[in-house]
Nanobody, 127 residues
């Protein structure tokens, strides 16, 4: 059974940093893409950053501040978030899908097309 466990969220001040982790069991990163998605209060879930076949993608609002990475041995994905802003507040989810396409396409997929989701971790950026 495939399981994703996201962690690392919490409360941070504007300008601070946070590192999210997503431990994945039951699948290989060699054949699966992984992405970080977030849902801000009152907004739809959006793809923030994704990695597929070694290629990465970031939405414009986080470029230069967030870095996605993955450890294929530990099957863990990370999202290093720097210079956090209040608009980064939300529940962050990790999700996987078979890596048949680009990282940007993965991030822009309708949520019901991703194969498996983690439970989410709340990030709150206070001003």
């Amino acid at each position: 059974e495939v399981q994703l466990q996201a962690s690392g969220g919490g409360l941070v001040r504007v300008g601070g940093s946070m590192n999210l982790s997503c431990v994945v069991s039951g699948l290989s990163f060699d054949t699966n893409a992984i992405g970080w998605f977030r849902q801000a209060p009152g907004k739809e879930r959006e793809g923030v950053s994704c990695i597929s076949n070694g290629e990465t993608y970031y939405i414009d609002s986080v470029k230069g501040r967030f870095t996605i990475s993955s450890d294929n041995v530990r099957t863990t994905a990370y999202l290093q978030m720097n210079r956090l802003k209040p608009e980064d507040t939300g529940v962050y989810y990790c999700a996987t899908v078979t890596a048949w396409t680009t990282a940007q396409v993965v991030c822009e997929m309708p949520t019901n097309e991703l194969d498996k989701w983690g439970q989410g971790t709340l990030v709150t950026v206070s001003s």
